[in-house]
């Protein structure tokens, strides 16, 4: 049993893990941003400088990643950062992408924060369990992991909860109470399901 859950991913693994797990974390970032709600990491600030100044989402969210970057490549190695710059540019991608293929009409907040912190919880553990990640955030969460047994979920939760400490600005109480809530779903997806040491895969 652990010689098969220790097996390497395939090459077709990987990537189907990366297509599929972008687009998840697209669409969830779009719901994110249709409800005008906050998301932690890098997405958030992305999202925070959509809601600020009008960048666009997919456009912030690739220019703040690419400081991060130097810190993959430099704790983490080639293959991984490799693997965060294509993760990163298919959300930008998707997330500019999905704007044109999916539209709502009627869109309740409470429901946006639950599916959206879903989608973004579970598109980030296929991304995790294929070593890649979403840049900021994932590659000090995975870092830490690896190094130190830090769960990335418990981790990012903290330092996620910090960024939406700064929305107390931008949005209001209720859309901050339901974004708290929303954060929590997605790093509880990730703590439960990406402890060191339960799943052996690798790529």
């Known amino acids: 049993m652990e010689a098969a859950l220790s097996e390497k991913h395939g090459l077709h693994e990987d990537a189907l893990a990366l297509v599929l797990g972008t687009l998840m974390v697209a669409l969830g970032t779009v719901i ?15 999202l925070l400088l959509q809601y600020t100044s009008g960048i666009a989402f997919w456009l ?21 950062t490799l693997r965060t710059f294509a993760a990163v540019s298919l959300v930008s991608l998707f997330s500019r992408l999905t704007m044109d293929w999916i539209d ?13 912190g879903t989608l973004c919880g579970t598109g980030l553990l296929m991304l995790f369990r294929h070593r890649t990640g979403l840049g900021g955030v994932n590659i000090l969460a ?8 830090i769960r990335a979920g418990y981790f990012q939760l903290v330092v996620d ?15 901050i109470v339901l974004s708290v809530v929303s954060a929590v779903i997605l790093n509880m997806i990730i703590a439960i399901n990406h402890r060191p040491g339960r799943y052996l895969g690798i790529s």
Request: avoid cysteine; glycine fraction near 12%; proline fraction near 4%.
């Open 104 to 116: 709502f009409s009627r869109l309740d907040p409470a429901y946006a924060a639950v599916i959206a």
């Open 60 to 80: 912030g969210f690739s220019l703040i990643n690419l400081p991060f970057y130097y810190l993959g490549l430099k704790r983490m190695g080639w293959r991984f």
């Open 142 to 149: 995975m870092f830490l992991q690896e190094t130190w047994g």
């Open 161 to 175: 909860l910090a960024i939406l400490g700064a929305s107390f600005f931008v949005l209001s109480p209720d859309s």
């Open 32 to 46: 994110y941003s249709k409800a005008v709600l906050l998301v932690g990491g890098m997405a958030g600030v992305a």
